[in-house]
């Protein structure tokens, strides 16, 4: 499964963005996915993911709210909304794709290779 990530961009505080992951591969809908991000000097940071059975979703505390999670089988893509952005949401975003939803990073088979968001005061 290859994964691409794209429509990140420059943006300024309170906008919102979309950001979608493309899969090849015939097998998107049996993975769960995730959505990581990595700011400046920190480690990467679990965002949401969505499962791969009923679609759920689970949301970290800091993004809860503002961020939502979808998927389309049909078309492949999982999508991360994002609304009321602030600096700290400044980060490379990735998406990722395994068995389950989960915080681990170690637990995804397949990752992309990211997408920079920019919010500015």
């Known amino acids: 499964l290859q994964l691409v990530e794209s429509g990140g961009g420059s943006v300024q505080v309170g906008d919102s963005l979309t950001l979608s992951c493309a899969a090849s591969?015939?097998?998107?809908?049996?993975?769960?996915m995730a959505w990581f991000r990595r700011a400046p000097g920190k480690e990467r940071e679990f965002v949401g993911g969505?499962?791969?059975?009923?679609?759920?979703?689970v949301y970290a505390d800091s993004v809860k709210g503002r961020f939502t999670i979808s998927r389309d089988n049909a078309k492949g893509t999982v999508y991360l909304q994002m609304s009321s952005l602030k600096p700290d949401d400044t980060a490379v975003y990735y998406c990722?794709?395994?068995?389950?939803?989960?915080?681990?990073?170690?637990?995804?088979?397949?990752w992309g290779q990211g997408t920079q968001v920019t919010v500015s005061s």
């Open positions: 591969g015939r097998l998107f809908s049996t993975y769960a």
């Open positions: 969505i499962s791969r059975g009923d679609g759920g979703t």
């Open positions: 990722a794709a395994g068995g389950v939803v989960t915080a681990m990073t170690n637990r995804y088979n397949f």
